[in-house]
């Protein structure tokens, strides 16, 4: 007996075209950077017409824009998933830490460099990726917050020490974003960093002294 095909709806096959235009789009800033990423370029990578594309996103800000919030959901996914991916029989500080290294060297990262320098001197890009960033940064305090603090931690010390974590990470990973050249091993920093935190976390979960 054939097998009956389900016909997608209007709303879905909407979806699905949204959904790889903006795969493109983020696939394009991270291989090829913003200049490359024009809406020629994505419909050709997305396997669609420029005038599709142009149905949804009638300019290039318009599908840029939308495409911050789409990088935002793949950072918060991958972000979710380094942090459920840490082997509890490990060192919790030590895993969790070069998964995050892992991340700040991949793709999405490299997303989200190419939109903030981009918003520089763009302005109309600069309200969604600052809403986005922020969006981020909320959501990742609390998971850092349940990982390594607990819940009897303030929110001061739990903002601070992500900043501190996020600086020193995203930093390191510009630096060494030009392919082939590595000003300086971050290795030795990166260990050095987790001596440091090491030692802040133990500080904040001793008793205070009588």
Same mark, same amino acid.
């Given at each position: 007996?054939?097998?009956?095909?389900?016909?997608?709806? *209007?709303?879905?096959?909407?979806?699905?075209?949204? &959904?790889?235009?903006?795969?493109?789009?983020?696939?394009?800033?991270?291989?090829?950077? !913003?200049?490359?990423?024009?809406?020629?370029? $994505?419909?050709?990578?997305?396997?669609?017409?420029?005038?599709?594309?142009?149905?949804?996103?009638?300019? =290039?800000?318009?599908?840029?824009?939308?495409?911050?919030?789409?990088?935002?959901?793949?950072?918060?996914?991958? !972000?979710?998933?380094?942090?459920?991916?840490?082997?509890?029989?490990?060192? /919790?500080?030590?895993? /969790?830490?070069?998964?995050?290294?892992?991340?700040?060297?991949? %793709?999405?990262?490299?997303?989200?460099?190419?939109?903030?320098?981009?918003?520089?001197?763009?302005?109309?890009? $600069?309200? %969604?990726?600052?809403?986005?960033?922020?969006?981020?940064?909320? &959501?990742? *305090? *609390?998971?850092? &917050?349940? !990982?390594?603090?607990?819940?009897?931690?303030?929110?001061?010390?739990?903002?601070?020490?992500? *900043?501190?974590?996020? /600086?020193?990470?995203?930093?390191?990973?510009?630096?060494?974003?030009?392919?082939?050249?590595?000003?300086?091993?971050?290795? %030795? $920093?990166?260990?050095?960093? =987790?001596?440091? $935190?090491?030692?802040?976390?133990?500080?904040?979960?001793?008793? %205070? /002294?009588?």
């Amino acid at each position: 007996m054939p097998r009956t095909r389900t016909r997608r709806t *209007q709303a879905e096959r909407t979806a699905e075209t949204k &959904t790889a235009l903006l795969d493109a789009t983020l696939d394009l800033l991270a291989e090829s950077g !913003y200049k490359a990423t024009t809406t020629t370029a $994505v419909a050709h990578r997305a396997g669609v017409s420029l005038g599709a594309l142009l149905h949804h996103f009638p300019t =290039k800000t318009d599908l840029l824009t939308e495409a911050i919030g789409h990088a935002f959901d793949r950072r918060t996914r991958e !972000y979710r998933r380094i942090m459920a991916e840490a082997d509890p029989s490990s060192d /919790s500080l030590d895993s /969790s830490l070069d998964l995050l290294w892992a991340m700040c060297n991949g %793709p999405t990262f490299a997303v989200f460099v190419e939109l903030w320098v981009a918003a520089r001197t763009e302005p109309e890009l $600069v309200e %969604p990726l600052v809403a986005v960033d922020r969006e981020f940064l909320v &959501t990742a *305090q *609390q998971m850092y &917050t349940d !990982y390594f603090l607990g819940p009897e931690s303030n929110d001061e010390t739990a903002r601070v020490g992500l *900043q501190m974590v996020f /600086s020193l990470l995203t930093g390191l990973a510009f630096s060494n974003m030009i392919p082939g050249y590595d000003p300086f091993d971050s290795t %030795p $920093v990166i260990e050095a960093f =987790k001596g440091m $935190v090491r030692i802040s976390l133990a500080a904040l979960k001793s008793p %205070p /002294s009588q």
